[in-house]
């Protein structure tokens, strides 16, 4: 059974920048399309960019231009790096394919203060 662990949050300031990791413990990590994916208190889960098993990138309007969805298969990692960081972005990070073939992880918090 895959297991997803992502890190890399914390506390930052406004225009700040962080970098996310999603470890994947399990076989056949470099067939699977990966996507970042982020929940702020009291809203929905939404997905923020993915990246295809050949490196192909796609993400959500509000991430594009201040966030880059990467993969590293010799590692079985996806990262997510995160510039320009508004308070807006405050929220709990996940990582899971695009289908949500994967069971959630525990996420990583993200506070972006002013």
């Known amino acids: 059974q895959v297991q997803l662990v992502e890190s890399g949050g914390g506390l930052v300031q406004v225009g700040g920048s962080l970098r996310l990791s999603c470890e994947y413990f399990g076989r056949n990590f470099r067939f699977h399309n990966y996507a970042w994916f982020r929940q702020a208190p009291g809203k929905q889960r939404e997905l923020l960019a993915t990246?295809?098993?050949?490196?192909?990138?796609n993400y959500r309007q509000s991430a594009s231009g201040r966030f880059t969805i990467s993969r590293d298969n010799a590692k079985k990692t996806v990262f997510l790096q995160m510039n320009g960081l508004k308070t807006e972005d405050t929220a709990i990070y996940y990582c899971n394919s695009p289908s949500l073939v994967f069971q959630w992880g525990q996420g990583t918090q993200v506070t972006v203060s002013s």
């Open positions: 990246i295809t098993s050949g490196s192909s990138t």
